[in-house]
């Protein structure tokens, strides 16, 4: 693994929602952050590589133990060994890592799900991990912070999944539950060959309602207590969940155009919501 890896992380950052929910966090939780993003990039990254399931499986699996020798400060890249003083500054539970590892390794040997249930893990240990991981940086009052930060991922998993279906098909991945193709009978033959009907919009909308039922799930264990503290986490709420209603306004028609939120609505959602739950106790 080139050490030269890490050099776009930052450019990539920047076009990402996350970049905005993490304009408002204090300093030092914002580089901490900072640094676990780019720690779960880097492991996506290598899913995503055109090469072979093989060489993608013994990269993730070298950057497995590098994770591990930076625990004690013998990793060969700086950003595992800065993750490691991160671990130890916040106390995060080592097994939130572990489990995102395994989500990654699911990609690189699934590309179906046969029921909800089996997508639920997936989205679990590739989503919220990362919040949870979040959730030790971020800081709480509450324990139920937590339930909050593992069915917001699932929430924003689930509405990733809805924008990037026709994305997914062409490389061959089904990330919707077999079991909803069959709900309402839309083959993978029509889903790979893009056609957008009643039968896709009543699933599409079927899913969109999951999605929804996650996000006030989400919202129903974060105590207003929690929300300044949470605030980066409450912007990438609120453009997911944009995200999601403009995916509903455009009928579910995914393959027609990739569904995104405007640069200046993120803005707008990050002044918002900034300006609802600021505190000055959020340091």
Same mark, same amino acid.
């Given at each position: 693994?080139?050490h030269?890896?890490?050099?776009n992380?930052?450019d990539?950052?920047?076009?990402s929602?996350?970049?905005?929910?993490?304009?408002?966090?204090?300093?030092?939780?914002?580089?901490a952050?900072?640094?676990?993003?780019?720690?779960?990039r880097i492991?996506?990254?290598?899913?995503?590589? &055109?090469?072979?399931i093989?060489a993608?499986?013994?990269?993730?699996?070298?950057? $497995?133990?590098?994770?591990?020798?930076?625990?004690?400060?013998e990793?060969?890249?700086?950003?595992?060994?800065r993750l490691?003083q991160i671990?130890?500054r916040?106390?995060?539970?080592?097994d939130?890592f572990?489990?995102?590892?395994?989500?990654?390794?699911m990609?690189?040997?699934?590309t179906?799900y046969?029921?909800f #249930?089996?997508?639920?893990e997936?989205?679990y240990?590739?989503?919220?991990?990362? $919040?949870?991981?979040?959730t030790?940086?971020?800081g709480?009052?509450?324990?139920?912070?937590k339930?909050?930060?593992?069915?917001?991922?699932?929430?924003?998993?689930?509405?990733?999944i809805?924008?990037?279906?026709?994305?997914?098909?062409k490389?061959g991945?089904?990330y919707?539950?077999?079991?909803?193709l &069959?709900?309402?009978?839309?083959?993978?033959?029509?889903?790979?060959?893009g056609?957008?009907n009643?039968?896709?919009?009543?699933?599409?909308?079927?899913e969109?309602?999951?999605?929804?039922w996650?996000?006030?799930e989400?919202? #129903?264990?974060l105590?207003? &207590?929690?929300?300044?503290?949470f605030i980066?986490?409450?912007i990438?709420?609120?453009?997911y969940?944009?995200?999601?209603?403009?995916i509903?306004?455009a009928?579910?028609?995914v393959f027609?155009?990739?569904i995104?939120?405007?640069n200046?609505?993120?803005?707008?959602?990050?002044?918002?919501?900034w300006?609802?739950?600021?505190?000055?106790k959020?340091t």
């Amino acid at each position: 693994m080139d050490h030269s890896i890490t050099a776009n992380i930052i450019d990539k950052n920047k076009k990402s929602n996350f970049y905005y929910s993490f304009l408002m966090l204090p300093k030092p939780k914002r580089e901490a952050i900072n640094v676990v993003y780019a720690w779960c990039r880097i492991a996506d990254d290598i899913v995503d590589e &055109d090469a072979s399931i093989y060489a993608k499986h013994q990269l993730l699996v070298q950057w $497995g133990k590098e994770f591990e020798l930076g625990l004690v400060g013998e990793s060969r890249y700086q950003l595992v060994n800065r993750l490691a003083q991160i671990i130890k500054r916040f106390n995060i539970p080592l097994d939130h890592f572990n489990e995102l590892i395994k989500g990654m390794e699911m990609d690189l040997v699934k590309t179906r799900y046969e029921t909800f #249930r089996d997508l639920k893990e997936y989205c679990y240990r590739v989503a919220s991990t990362v $919040g949870l991981i979040c959730t030790e940086i971020f800081g709480y009052k509450h324990e139920e912070a937590k339930e909050y930060s593992i069915n917001l991922g699932i929430a924003l998993q689930l509405t990733n999944i809805l924008r990037d279906v026709a994305a997914d098909a062409k490389k061959g991945r089904i990330y919707l539950p077999l079991e909803d193709l &069959d709900r309402f009978g839309y083959s993978e033959e029509e889903l790979f060959a893009g056609k957008y009907n009643v039968k896709f919009r009543r699933m599409m909308k079927y899913e969109a309602e999951r999605a929804r039922w996650y996000f006030a799930e989400a919202i #129903r264990h974060l105590s207003e &207590d929690d929300k300044p503290l949470f605030i980066a986490a409450l912007i990438m709420q609120e453009i997911y969940f944009r995200l999601l209603q403009d995916i509903e306004s455009a009928e579910y028609n995914v393959f027609k155009n990739r569904i995104k939120v405007s640069n200046t609505k993120k803005l707008r959602i990050t002044f918002n919501v900034w300006w609802k739950h600021r505190s000055p106790k959020n340091t």
